[in-house]
């Protein structure tokens, strides 16, 4: 009895023990992961573009955090406009969605979406994080405060229509994504004074 | 499953694992993973290495270990080792790919659940030498990859016309969508036992 409960005690101990130190050696490695994640989705949000990680952390200098409202927005120059971005997070079909979404000065136009973690079903919902999807923000009209979401297709190139197109097989993914980002554009003209 | 315990020499062992007592279509274990990870192929094959890795390092840990290991506890503990070793294997992916990391999201923890691990553990393991149980633990994962990896090949192909996500289908090729929803596997792996056991049948394997 006294030596199962002390094998067991040790074997925990000794368990735990080595993975503290897993986590402790790889800790800094994952925060700076996390940490590029983050400025690279921030930066493709704002439409600046960048290839490696040192070009993310150089340019990354260059964003600046203003509050405006009630709003933390992070903002930069990029192709000589002054754009604006939001992190956001919402309740996706499975779990949270959580992203940025830029916008130009007045919130008229989206400059890019870049989604930082979700949880919903790789290869339908998943598909929010495909290029083809994000890439119909980069410098869509917004109409009437909106942005629709129209069923189906493969990436709406039309900047000037105010759509996008939704994902095939992932209408409430769709749902959500168009719940999220248009109450963030409505916050964010809230914030930066634009009526479109 | 007496028929694995009494496999003593690698070879047998080997030949055993991968095929006439494979943890998939003999054995039906690690089902719910078969389901879930196997509409990529990227994904299927790094968590199956992940699987292969744990499978085998955890054999041999509790091989190494079970002299020392109270009967009553012996489940908890192997439950430790098992979840020791996949922890280090989320934490290495979330340092040095954390982009796959991302992508598989959730599943690699779920590893600790799959069931050929524990089945190996304690069918093999608590009975075998350390060297013999990590062998058994390495070609077990083997298996297990080979009909997850069969299954992802269908299913990404189908799903998304891509291989590795390289498209390879004809452009006017239009994507199953239910090759890449969990039912799909469902029907996938019934064939893959099916074929499975029709040819061991034939090959008077099976009693």
């Known amino acids: ?46 439409g600046v573009s960048f290839s490696t990680p040192q070009e993310v952390e150089q340019k990354y200098k260059n964003v600046e955090t203003v509050k405006k409202g009630n709003m933390t927005l992070y903002t930069t120059t990029a192709n000589g406009e002054r754009v604006y971005a939001h992190q956001f997070s919402g309740q996706g079909l499975w779990g949270t969605i959580t992203g940025v979404l830029g916008v130009n000065s007045d919130a008229t136009k989206t400059v890019g979406l870049e989604i930082i973690s979700h949880s919903e079903t790789p290869g339908l919902g998943g598909r929010i994080d495909e290029a083809w999807f994000k890439k119909q923000f980069d410098g869509e009209t917004i109409k009437n405060g909106t942005i629709q979401f129209t069923s189906g297709g493969s990436g709406d190139t039309n900047y000037q229509d105010g759509q996008v197109d939704g994902i095939t097989g992932a209408s409430r993914t769709t749902d959500s994504m168009r719940t999220i980002i248009n109450r963030e554009i409505s916050n964010l003209q809230a914030a930066l004074g634009g009526n479109a | 499953m007496s028929d694995t315990a009494t496999a003593k020499n690698p070879g047998d062992v080997f030949r055993r694992n991968l095929w006439t007592n494979n943890p998939i279509f003999m054995q039906v274990l690690g089902i719910c993973s078969a389901l879930a990870v196997t509409n990529l192929l990227t994904n299927t094959l790094i968590m199956t290495i992940g699987v292969v890795f744990v499978t085998g390092m955890s054999s041999l840990t509790v091989s190494i270990l079970k002299s020392l290991m109270p009967r009553k506890v012996r489940m908890i503990v192997q439950t430790l080792i098992i979840a020791f070793y996949v922890i280090i294997v989320d934490l290495v992916l979330k340092a040095y790919l954390p982009t796959v ?63 590795f996500g390289y498209h390879v289908m004809p452009a006017g090729f239009v994507p199953w969508i239910i090759m890449v929803m969990p039912p799909s596997a469902f029907f996938i792996l019934g064939v893959v036992i099916w074929i499975g056991k029709a040819i061991l049948n034939k090959q008077g394997e099976l009693a």
Request: hydrophobic share 55%; aromatic share 12%; glycine share 10%.
């Open chain 2, 101 to 163: 990391s991302k992508s598989l999201g959730p599943y690699v923890g779920l590893i600790i659940t799959n069931c050929i691990i524990m089945g190996r553990a304690e069918a093999f393991a608590q009975s075998n030498g350390p060297i013999l149980s990590f062998w058994d633990g390495i070609t077990s994962g083997m298996g297990y990859m080979g009909v997850l990896l069969a299954i992802a090949f269908v299913r990404e192909l189908l799903g998304f016309g891509a291989l």
């Open chain 1, 1 to 46: 009895m006294l030596y199962t409960v002390v094998f067991t005690f040790i074997v925990c101990f000794a368990f735990v023990f080595l993975l503290s130190l897993t986590n402790e050696a790889t800790r800094p490695k994952v925060e700076f992961n996390q940490e590029v994640a983050r400025q690279q989705a921030i930066l493709s949000a704002l």
